[in-house]
């Protein structure tokens, strides 16, 4: 294996800070921002609130730990949570809203990564014997659905009913720049409506670290006490911000390279026997396939210099990104093909 070229499709966030950002980060006018001191911190809260839209926005070091915060912030101990089945804040942040905040989740049914409005609806608690509903949680794009991208439409449709009930809803954003791109929109419009958006900065758009939670001046103060008790208040963090003013300057116009280069590898697996694939929820930098054993194929493939996640026993995720080329689509379609072939033969 020694010297050999790894191709790493396990999933957006491995990308590496280029030459441009580390000179950034070198360069980085710093303060303490646990002070409210620093103002690179500063310029990247308010220049992602400006894009988009929204009043303000607050600098956190994980999109778990935005999510969570958000959660927290919306909510009071002895709330219900409603998500979409699937939803990152349930399947993959360990429980944290039961465990940090006394919130208990409740997934609603959602055909790629969205619920049905009425569903959201008739999901609402209303009897003296029930937790309280407090809050909607959405995802866009949705990770385990596929990374697909939901339609804005279902979106105003969902605050709506949401408001109809009284209830704030967040949206884990997470890749939400990826929707913007798949849907040819801008960020204004994409989480129009939402009481609160976290977005993470190193996935997709490159930087090492960090996510933002946007929202109100007044929603972000409740969380900014939430992200200092969770542990999350940071000092000099201007040499991380500057990267992530980077990742939002350039990083979004990258993305429809990722989509095309997924959509390439998925039509290139498409027909490989053995391989169940949904072409038509390949939207973004994404790719899940179906298998009879998704740990021992992600096994062979790493012996083979392709590294995938295994997600379940039958799922395998691929995810395009900046440190995935055109050669690399090519060599990944073929490696893949090959491994799978010759396993079914064994
Ligand atoms: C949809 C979604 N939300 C939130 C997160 C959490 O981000 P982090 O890994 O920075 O905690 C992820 C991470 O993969 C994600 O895919």
Not at 308 to 314: G, I, M, P, Q
Request: net charge negative; charged share 25%; hydrophobic share 45%.
């Amino acid at each position: 294996m020694a010297g050999m070229d790894v191709i790493d499709l396990r999933s957006d966030t491995v990308t590496v800070p280029d030459a441009a950002m580390r000179r950034a980060m070198a360069e980085a006018e710093v303060g303490d921002d646990v002070y409210g001191e620093d103002p690179t911190v500063a310029r990247l809260e308010a220049e992602l609130a400006e894009m988009a839209g929204t009043e303000a926005g607050l600098y956190f070091p994980s999109g778990t730990m935005s999510n969570q915060a958000a959660l927290a912030a919306h909510t009071r101990r002895g709330v219900e949570v409603l998500a979409p089945e699937g939803a990152h804040v349930y399947e993959y942040e360990l429980g944290a809203m039961s465990l940090l905040s006394g919130l208990t989740p409740r997934l609603l049914p959602a055909p790629r990564g969205v619920p049905d409005p009425q569903d959201l609806r008739a999901a609402v608690h209303r009897s003296v014997h029930q937790a309280p509903t407090g809050l909607v949680v959405l995802e866009n794009t949705h990770n385990k659905a596929g990374g697909v991208v939901v339609p804005l439409e279902r979106h105003d449709a969902l605050v709506a009913a949401a408001r109809a009930e009284g209830l704030p809803v967040h949206l884990d954003g997470a890749r939400v720049f990826n929707a913007v791109v798949a849907n040819g929109t801008d960020l204004e419009r994409t989480v129009r409506g939402f009481d609160s958006v976290s977005v993470c900065l190193s996935k997709g758009l490159g930087a090492p670290v960090g996510s933002v939670l946007l929202g109100t001046r007044a929603f972000l103060d409740e969380a900014h006490r939430y992200r200092k008790a969770f542990g999350g208040g940071m000092r000099q963090a201007g040499v991380l911000a500057a990267a992530g003013l980077l990742a939002i300057r350039e990083g979004p116009a990258r993305l429809a390279d990722d989509h095309r280069r997924a959509r390439q590898l998925a039509q290139a697996l498409a027909e490989v026997p053995g391989l169940g694939l949904d072409l038509d929820r390949v939207e973004t930098n994404m790719i899940y396939l179906d298998v009879a054993d998704a740990p021992g194929l992600v096994a062979a493939l790493a012996e083979r210099g392709v590294r995938a996640n295994a997600l379940s026993a039958r799922a395998v995720r691929l995810v395009t990104h900046r440190g995935v080329g055109d050669d690399d689509v090519r060599t990944a379609a073929r490696v893949i093909t090959e491994v799978v072939e010759r396993r079914a033969a064994a």
